[in-house]
């Protein structure tokens, strides 16, 4: 009999890999003007959406960081960024698409926002109150490192209305934190979620990684346990995917690697839902079920529309995804005109957007049979080798992940992918 580690012979480490092979096509130059007009002059066909504002620069390179962003050391082409962003936000705001139903959630990510001026962020923040129709509820977010987040800056932000922070502490070892680049200590992690809850932020968010470089299961288990001990309402915990060995490291091949990860995995899955008060959300976020919703990044994973805005951010309206140019200067050149922007457009199958829903499985631990049953015809074979495997069961109606089906989640979505791209093509 397989250990639960040997079930495939890799591991996809994030549902974004898995889903990159899906059959997605560039549009063509001369069919962009056309396509943004169908999209934004529109009303919304999904009244679930959340918005993204990629903030590209750092204080500090980490070295195992594989998003899109560059140190802050130009204040004028931070200026100049902040400026076109804006600009962007209000050439679409006006759009049919944008006003016809309102954004439940707002992210800042990067990057690392707080590392720029906050007054910059503050300003985005009141032109999309101006402009855009956001829910009463509208969850706000914030990425910060410990060390980017002064008091000053975190009273600029909760009077401009944020009401999430999500902090990048990686892990509370101080060896660990030490080898990924990281100075803050643990007394200074506490400091700073304590005065982020005085201030009145109570949505606080961290993120942990495992597979680290001095990294051992007693230092694991000590930054789970760390969490209980802090004012910390919600967890992501990821597996560490560097940069320059991404190509290796984005899947998992030595067996002895993998029943490592596993192990890892397996302790955060139990631990976590256990705090007082907290609940697994998604296969890498947990959070208390009140205080630490996750609406943006439950969103993210299942199939919300998102409007993106900034170089290097990725949105998705319907069955269209757009990237955005990852050079800032480009961004910037192009003076936030959506029409002549170097964007990248690719489009899928309208048929997409009636299979999509079999990534609520894979990213959102179950699936309603009744809404299974529309796409039962193209995938019967995978669940039923799935529920063979014992990576899903059939519970309360719906097919639900099994703590093993959690480790493999990216490997199920994948297997979905796989076959989505056989029923598009063919
Ligand atoms: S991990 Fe965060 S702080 Fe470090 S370089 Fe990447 S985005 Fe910047």
């Not at 903030?55 to 195992?64: A, D, K, V």
């Not at 962007?88 to 707002?106: D, E, H």
Request: aromatic share 10%.
């Amino acid at each position: 009999m397989k250990k639960p580690w040997e079930i495939f012979d890799t591991r996809i480490r994030s549902a974004n890999m898995a889903r990159r092979s899906l059959p997605f096509i560039k549009v063509g130059d001369d069919e962009k003007q056309q396509l943004i007009g169908a999209l934004f002059q529109n009303e919304a066909q999904n009244t679930d959406r959340v918005i993204y504002i990629h903030i590209p620069f750092c204080s500090n390179i980490c070295p195992f960081c594989i998003y899109s962003k560059q140190k802050t050391n130009d204040n004028e082409l931070i200026s100049n960024y902040f400026t076109v962003l804006i600009q962007q936000i209000k050439a679409l705001s006006s759009s049919i698409w944008v006003q016809s139903a309102p954004f439940k959630a707002v992210y800042f990510g990067g990057g690392t926002p707080t590392s720029v001026s906050v007054h910059h962020l503050e300003a985005i923040l009141n032109e999309l109150e101006k402009s855009i129709p956001l829910s009463t509820d509208c969850e706000i977010t914030v990425e910060s490192t410990i060390t980017d987040l002064t008091p000053e800056k975190l009273s600029v932000l909760k009077n401009a209305g944020v009401n999430r922070m999500s902090l990048g502490v990686q892990s509370f070892d101080k060896q660990t934190r030490k080898s990924l680049g990281r100075i803050a200590g643990s007394d200074e992690i506490s400091e700073t979620i304590e005065s982020i809850h005085k201030d009145g932020i109570s949505n606080i968010c961290i993120d942990l990684l495992y597979n680290l470089k001095d990294q051992n299961f007693a230092t694991w288990k000590h930054d789970l346990a760390a969490i209980s001990k802090n004012l910390i309402t919600g967890c992501s915990v990821y597996s560490l995917i560097s940069t320059h060995t991404r190509a290796q490291t984005s899947e998992v091949r030595e067996p002895e690697l993998l029943e490592k990860e596993y192990k890892f995995f397996t302790e955060a899955d139990e631990r976590l839902p256990e705090i007082d008060g907290w609940e697994r959300f998604t296969t890498v976020q947990y959070g208390h079920r009140k205080n630490g919703k996750a609406t943006y990044v439950s969103a993210h994973g299942q199939n919300a529309d998102l409007l993106a805005f900034g170089s290097g951010a990725g949105g998705r309206i319907n069955n269209i995804n757009y990237i955005q140019t990852g050079n800032v200067e480009e961004y910037i050149n192009a003076q936030g005109d959506f029409m002549n922007d170097p964007i990248l457009f690719l489009s899928i199958d309208e048929k997409y957007l009636k299979l999509r829903a079999i990534f609520s499985l894979s990213e959102a631990l179950s699936l309603k049979l009744t809404d299974y049953q529309d796409l039962e015809s193209y995938f019967e074979d995978i669940i039923a080798q799935l529920i063979n495997d014992g990576l899903v069961i059939i519970r309360d109606k719906a097919l639900v992940l099994t703590p093993n089906g959690r480790f493999w989640a990216a490997n199920i979505s994948a297997l979905f992918t796989q076959r989505i791209r056989e029923i598009l093509i063919n």
